[in-house]
């Protein structure tokens, strides 16, 4: 595995703009979560949960967003670890995303170069995912 930086070809699609588009959503949604009284923000109940009583991949993620809003890293964490974790990155992801895009800077990817180092970081990444399930479902949140 090895990471090589690249150049956008002209017409390329720009992954990194559209990481950096994801992200400035996101972190404009956690300003209204702390400027806005939670009431005026309908929040919708999860159908998931409705349904098996268990909780979704993504239970407590607006309760980890409103928590990041006050700056509760703690709070945030233990209300959803993926989420909380992938907002707390969404600020350097978006300035990189805009700096690279600005700059027409190499962009760095990803290479497996052997199909063991593929199946390894799809493992990695159903691992991450189906460790937060357990936590959340474990916590009952």
């Not at 509760?72 to 959803?80: G, P, Y």
């Not at 990444?125 to 009952?140: C, E, H, T």
């Amino acid at each position: 595995m090895r990471i090589r930086l690249v150049r956008l070809e002209k017409g390329e699609f720009d992954v990194e703009l559209l990481l950096a588009g994801i992200a400035l959503a996101a972190m404009v949604g956690i300003l209204a979560l702390r400027w806005v009284p939670p009431g005026l923000i309908p929040l919708p109940r999860c159908a998931f949960h409705a349904l098996t009583g268990q909780p979704c991949l993504t239970c407590g993620g607006t309760r980890a967003a409103r928590a990041l809003s006050r700056l509760d890293l703690v709070a945030a964490l233990r209300a959803n670890p993926l989420v909380a974790s992938a907002l707390i990155a969404s600020g350097p992801l978006a300035l990189w995303g805009l700096a690279a895009w600005t700059f027409k800077l190499p962009r760095p990817r990803l290479e497996a170069q052997r199909r063991g180092e593929q199946w390894a970081l799809r493992l990695g990444a159903l691992a991450l995912v189906a460790g937060n399930w357990a936590y959340l479902i474990v916590a009952g949140i």
